[in-house]
């Protein structure tokens, strides 16, 4: 087992989950990256935890996947020998924005099956290795973090497959809240705003005149690293008597006004 903590994140090859996992890199943590992309294809945002001198792997696999799922936690304890930290980022937009009375199963199934079914499960495997850990006297604090969305109680009735799956992903995190507790594993849940990714570049137009006209308290796009700066505050230490929190990071978005 290694000395130092171990983090792995889903999705962490690019936009929010690479921002995250290259904070928790500066801040001393192994990394291990999970994503379906070829690491041949994020190769320069791959390089770049060479400079921060720590342990890291990345393990291409499909988070729908139950076997990669299984390899994943697996390849990381043999690696590492430890999990500290679970950052569930992974996630999918519907391939073709369509009005919830035109949307197919198909594309339900799609985005539910990474979305939620693939962080439910995963976050099942890891929690029993931390478990295992706690119970081992293994000198530990695991924390798990969910990053869902302002869908997660905003409609967009073009994409209800998304906001169904974020809307799930706030019941996992009071789920495993409640049940982990008395293990000492919090889990916390991130809620992000209109964050400037490859996610949101389609509609730019869009949000760019939303953010002037007010949409947001903060007349700005959000940015990755608010997310990573956000996990790193959860991953402190520095809120032990709190668990199964909601962190909104949108600009004051979830504020209603009159």
């Keep these: 087992m290694i000395d130092k903590k171990v983090a792995i994140v889903t999705g962490g090859a690019r936009g929010i989950g690479n921002s995250i996992a290259q904070q928790l890199a500066k801040e001393g943590y192994a990394i291990a990256i999970f994503d379906v992309i070829p690491p041949e294809n994020v190769k320069e945002n791959l390089d770049l935890f060479n400079d921060y001198n720590v342990p890291f792997i990345y393990i291409q696999g499909n988070l729908a996947d139950s076997n990669d799922r299984q390899r994943l936690v697996k390849d990381v304890i043999e690696r590492f020998g430890r999990i500290d930290v679970l950052v569930n980022n992974a996630g999918v937009s519907p391939k073709v924005r369509k009005d919830i009375l035109e949307m197919e199963e198909e594309s339900f199934d799609f985005v539910i099956g ?3 079914k693939g962080t439910l499960f995963l976050t099942q495997l890891v929690a029993r290795e931390m478990i295992r850990l706690v119970n081992s006297d293994v000198d530990i604090q695991p924390i798990i973090i969910n ?11 073009s ?14 995190t009071k789920l495993f809240a409640d049940r982990l ?22 509609v730019k137009e869009k949000y760019d005149k939303l953010i002037e006209e007010g949409v947001t308290l903060i007349k700005r ?6 997310i990573a700066n956000a ?13 199964g929190e909601v962190i909104n990071v949108d600009g004051g978005f979830h504020i209603r006004r009159l």
């Design 147 to 157: 990053i869902s969305s302002m869908s997660a109680y905003t409609s967009s009735t």
């Design 221 to 226: 796009w959000g940015y990755p690293q608010d």
């Design 159 to 172: 994409r209800g497959e998304y906001c169904i799956s974020k809307a799930g992903i706030s019941m996992i």
């Design 181 to 202: 507790a008395e293990y000492g594993i919090y889990v916390y849940e991130i809620r992000p705003g209109i964050i400037m990714t490859d996610m949101t570049s389609v």
């Design 231 to 243: 996990v790193s505050v959860l991953c402190s230490g520095k809120l032990s008597y709190s668990t």
């Design 114 to 116: 990474i979305n939620l």
